[in-house]
C-alpha cells in the first residue's frame, strides 16, 4: 500500500495495478485514488470501466491498442474479472508489452498467487493486499476519525463499539458517522451514545451467544438465539 501511496504522491505510475482482499473499504478507496490520479480531469473518452466475469478480452485487448484521444494515458478499470483465478493467457501474454500511454487497475476479491495473471501483474505494476485490520490499527483509525470532527472517545468505549460493528471498515466507518451525527455539538462520545444507535452484527451476536452457551447462562443464550431467529439467520448457522 506505501508503494501505490508513493505512486500517486509522486505521479510516477506504474502500468498495472492489482488491489484485492477481504478489505472491501480499503481497497475501495484506494482504488478511488488512483483512478482520480490517473484521471484528474474526469476524461470519460480515455477510461473505461469493465466489471464482471464475462468481458471479451479480445476486445479488451483492441481497445488497450487504441491511443489516448488528446491526452497521455488512457485508463482501464477491471473489476470482479476473474482473471486471478482462472486462466486468462491470452491477456496475460499480452501484459508482457503493455503500450507506454495504457495503465490497468485491476479490483478482485480473491486471486491465485500461482495464476500468470498475477504474475505478469506483479511484472509490470504493483499489487497490493487489502486484510482486515487488527483491533488496535482499527481503534487508532475509529479515533482519528472522531478527532477529525472534534469528538473524544476513552479507550473503554472504542472497544464497546467494535464490539457492537465488528472489524469491517466500511461497517465500522457509517456507525461513526451516525455517532457524530447523533451527539451533535457534544465532544465526548459516550458508551450509551454507542448503545443508542450503533448496530450490533449478527456475527456478534452469534458470538455471544457460543460464550453464553460456555457460561451456562441459559436465559442469555436462549435470548440471543431468538434474536437471530427474528433477525431471519439460519439455525443451523
Same mark, same amino acid.
Not at 490517473?38 to 466475469?53: K, S, V
Not at 478480452?57 to 478499470?77: N, Q, S, W, Y
Not at 482473471?83 to 486471486?111: H, Q
Not at 451527539?183 to 451467544?209: H, L, P, S, W, Y
Given at each position: 500500500?506505501?508503494?501505490?501511496?508513493?505512486?500517486?504522491?509522486?505521479?510516477?505510475?506504474?502500468?498495472?495495478?492489482?488491489?484485492?482482499?477481504?478489505?472491501?473499504?480499503?481497497?475501495?478507496?484506494?482504488?478511488?485514488?488512483?483512478?482520480?490520479?490517473?484521471?484528474?480531469?474526469?476524461?470519460?473518452?480515455?477510461?473505461?470501466?469493465?466489471?464482471?466475469?464475462?468481458?471479451?478480452?479480445?476486445?479488451?485487448?483492441? %481497445?488497450?491498442?487504441?491511443?489516448?484521444?488528446?491526452? @497521455? #494515458?488512457? $485508463? !482501464?478499470?477491471? /473489476? +470482479?474479472?476473474?482473471?486471478?483465478?482462472?486462466?486468462?493467457?491470452?491477456?496475460?501474454?499480452?501484459?508482457?508489452?503493455?503500450?507506454?500511454?495504457?495503465?490497468?487497475?485491476?479490483?478482485?476479491?480473491?486471486?491465485?498467487?500461482?495464476?500468470?495473471?498475477?504474475?505478469?501483474?506483479?511484472?509490470?505494476?504493483?499489487?497490493?493486499?487489502?486484510?482486515?485490520?487488527?483491533?488496535?490499527?482499527?481503534?487508532?483509525?475509529?479515533?482519528?476519525?472522531?478527532?477529525?470532527?472534534?469528538?473524544?472517545?476513552?479507550?473503554?468505549?472504542?472497544?464497546?463499539?467494535?464490539?457492537?460493528?465488528?472489524?469491517?471498515?466500511?461497517?465500522?466507518?457509517?456507525? %461513526?458517522?451516525?455517532?457524530?451525527?447523533?451527539?451533535? @455539538? #457534544?465532544? $465526548? !462520545?459516550?458508551? /450509551? +451514545?454507542?448503545?443508542?444507535?450503533?448496530?450490533?452484527?449478527?456475527?456478534?451476536?452469534?458470538?455471544?451467544?457460543?460464550?453464553?452457551?460456555?457460561?451456562?447462562?441459559?436465559?442469555?443464550?436462549?435470548?440471543?438465539?431468538?434474536?437471530?431467529?427474528?433477525?431471519?439467520?439460519?439455525?443451523?448457522?
Amino acid at each position: 500500500m506505501k508503494n501505490i501511496q508513493e505512486d500517486i504522491k509522486t505521479g510516477n505510475f506504474k502500468q498495472a495495478y492489482l488491489l484485492y482482499g477481504e478489505e472491501a473499504y480499503l481497497k475501495q478507496q484506494y482504488k478511488h485514488k488512483l483512478v482520480q490520479a490517473l484521471n484528474p480531469e474526469d476524461d470519460t473518452m480515455n477510461f473505461n470501466h469493465y466489471e464482471g466475469r464475462n468481458i471479451d478480452v479480445k476486445e479488451l485487448i483492441d %481497445l488497450c491498442e487504441t491511443m489516448p484521444f488528446f491526452a @497521455d #494515458r488512457r $485508463v !482501464v478499470l477491471l /473489476e +470482479d474479472t476473474g482473471f486471478f483465478k482462472n486462466k486468462c493467457d491470452e491477456l496475460a501474454d499480452y501484459m508482457k508489452e503493455l503500450p507506454d500511454y495504457l495503465c490497468l487497475i485491476f479490483v478482485e476479491n480473491e486471486v491465485d498467487k500461482r495464476n500468470r495473471m498475477y504474475k505478469a501483474v506483479k511484472a509490470a505494476g504493483r499489487i497490493g493486499e487489502f486484510v482486515q485490520q487488527d483491533e488496535k490499527t482499527l481503534m487508532r483509525w475509529a479515533a482519528g476519525f472522531l478527532k477529525k470532527e472534534g469528538k473524544m472517545i476513552t479507550q473503554r468505549d472504542m472497544e464497546l463499539l467494535l464490539t457492537m460493528t465488528g472489524v469491517d471498515m466500511g461497517n465500522l466507518r457509517m456507525e %461513526l458517522e451516525k455517532i457524530i451525527s447523533y451527539t451533535g @455539538d #457534544r465532544a $465526548v !462520545v459516550t458508551g /450509551e +451514545d454507542i448503545q443508542q444507535v450503533c448496530t450490533t452484527q449478527t456475527q456478534n451476536k452469534i458470538f455471544d451467544m457460543v460464550r453464553a452457551v460456555t457460561e451456562k447462562n441459559q436465559k442469555r443464550a436462549l435470548d440471543l438465539y431468538y434474536d437471530l431467529l427474528t433477525l431471519k439467520e439460519p439455525p443451523m448457522r
